[in-house]
């Protein structure tokens, strides 16, 4: 009975030991597999070795047992197509398989000038083309689904406004002080031609001006429709209409005071009618869509004594009156910024809402009917300036928007995602430098990744020159989460 009891013990404490190592074994033989690249295979976690997939051999799975036919057994996906027994991926697909979507960050720009992002696209090839300003200049970018430069030249026919002028705000010397400009660009893709919406400075008036250039950005003086109004007008957006000619949406200004602007244009740039509507207080529509019926949707900010309200108003465009609008009455500064129209035909806007210095994100909700019904959601809660520039509602039905935040002029690029079915998600882009960094459109790629086009000051070190920091465009593409 002794011996027995003795032999019981031992296997005991054998049986322990064995339990450990197994464990520590499995556990390194897990780390291993997570080093190893088995290309053509996948590594086995209980032996730490690399099992093949058919046709494939070797320690790695990287020598074809047929050296013939080296593509044999490689699945590249509809995203890519194998060559010589690597596959070699379209667009911005990226990995073994082409199974991933590349994402990247990249600044462009020139030194000793001050580039600024607006508005972006995404061509039917894959390629994106990017409009904004350079020194004052209208300046066109083209890269590639990874980021590469492909394009990138300044529009000199076209003249701007300075936006970065050297002054004191919030007793921070240096800061880029002027960051919301008198009006800016934007772009529209129509098969393999670009319509591109700014605006030029003749005399000290400026007028909206339409350009008409190719993929790579190329145009002549008769590609260029200059809109000649009384006042002067500043764009900030357009849409195609369903007869094919445009409407642009932004403002006109005379003796100081900003008027809600609407044009509508045929196919070649030449007014149809314009319209502006508005009171004593400062009024400047961001945004203009098309419904199917033919009336158009604008948003915007209208004025009253303590800053802004979040403005949304349908108007018919035989008549070019206001069938219904929504104006929020909050005793909050507020302006609405972008929107965009769900499937169920309920209109999103995104902007931001508050006091100077204490801003927060912003959504509201209209539905379409006899009268609008009104949901507002703040999607901010912090002691920071956030900052809601731009949204666009995905093919899945989430809304995405992106903007900025920060406490003064210190601003970091942000995105936020309100999936319908899930919690938010908010990334914030943070640099190294604190500088003043703004995103100014994001849009959903054919990959259902996210591109954001934008400003930033903190990638380029920040050098002074000529007592102007040094600004560049920066685009950030991510994936469908929001990560880079």
Request: hydrophobic letters at 30%; one cysteine or more.
């Amino acid at each position: 009975m002794r011996i027995l009891s003795l032999n019981l013990l031992l296997l005991f404490i054998l049986c322990t030991s064995c339990e450990s190592w197994d464990l520590e074994r499995n556990d390194l033989m897990q780390t291993l597999c997570e080093n190893v690249n088995c290309n053509n295979g996948t590594c086995n976690t209980e032996t730490g070795k690399c099992e093949c997939n058919e046709n494939w051999t070797g320690d790695f799975c990287n020598i074809p047992t047929n050296p013939d036919n080296p593509c044999a057994g490689i699945d590249c996906g509809p995203n890519g197509n194998c060559v010589n027994g690597i596959c070699e991926c379209t667009g911005s697909w990226t990995g073994t398989n082409c199974d991933s979507i590349s994402t990247f960050l990249k600044v462009y720009g020139v030194e000793n000038k001050d580039e600024l992002g607006y508005s972006v696209a995404e061509l039917p090839d894959g390629n994106f083309v990017i409009i904004g300003e350079q020194d004052g200049e209208a300046y066109f970018l083209k890269i590639s689904p990874k980021g590469e430069l492909i394009v990138q030249k300044e529009f000199e026919s076209l003249s701007g406004y300075e936006p970065f002028e050297p002054i004191d705000r919030n007793g921070m010397d240096g800061t880029p002080g002027n960051v919301d400009p008198f009006g800016r660009y934007d772009i529209i893709v129509d098969n393999n031609s670009l319509q591109i919406l700014g605006y030029k400075n003749t005399n000290g008036t400026e007028n909206i001006v339409l350009v008409f250039v190719d993929q790579d950005g190329n145009f002549s003086n008769n590609d260029v429709k200059t809109i000649e109004m009384e006042d002067h007008q500043r764009p900030m957006s357009f849409c195609q209409t369903n007869t094919g000619g445009f409407a642009i949406a932004g403002y006109s200004q005379a003796n100081y005071n900003n008027d809600f602007l609407l044009i509508e244009t045929n196919s070649v740039g030449e007014v149809i009618w314009s319209k502006k509507y508005g009171d004593t207080y400062s009024d400047i529509l961001w945004s203009v869509k098309e419904l199917d019926f033919g009336t158009l949707a604008i948003c915007g900010e209208k004025g009253k004594a303590t800053g802004g309200s979040f403005y949304f108003a349908l108007i018919d465009k035989p008549s070019q009156s206001i069938i219904r609008e929504a104006i929020s009455e909050n005793g909050a500064d507020a302006r609405a910024f972008s929107m965009d129209i769900n499937s169920n035909n309920e209109f999103i806007l995104f902007g931001y809402s508050g006091s100077f210095a204490n801003e927060q994100y912003q959504w509201k909700k209209y539905e379409i009917g006899e009268g609008f019904t009104l949901n507002s959601t703040t999607g901010s809660n912090s002691s920071k300036r956030d900052i809601g520039r731009s949204m666009v509602i995905g093919s899945s039905g989430d809304i995405v928007g992106c903007g900025f935040s920060g406490i003064g002029n210190l601003f970091d690029i942000n995105l936020v995602i309100e999936p319908f079915d899930a919690s938010p998600i908010k990334k914030e882009f943070k640099f190294e430098k604190e500088a003043y960094n703004s995103a100014w459109q994001v849009i959903e790629c054919s990959d259902g990744g996210y591109l954001i086009v934008g400003t930033t000051v903190s990638l380029k070190q920040g050098e002074v020159y000529n007592n102007k920091q040094d600004s560049n465009i920066i685009i950030i593409k991510t994936d469908s989460q929001g990560n880079y």
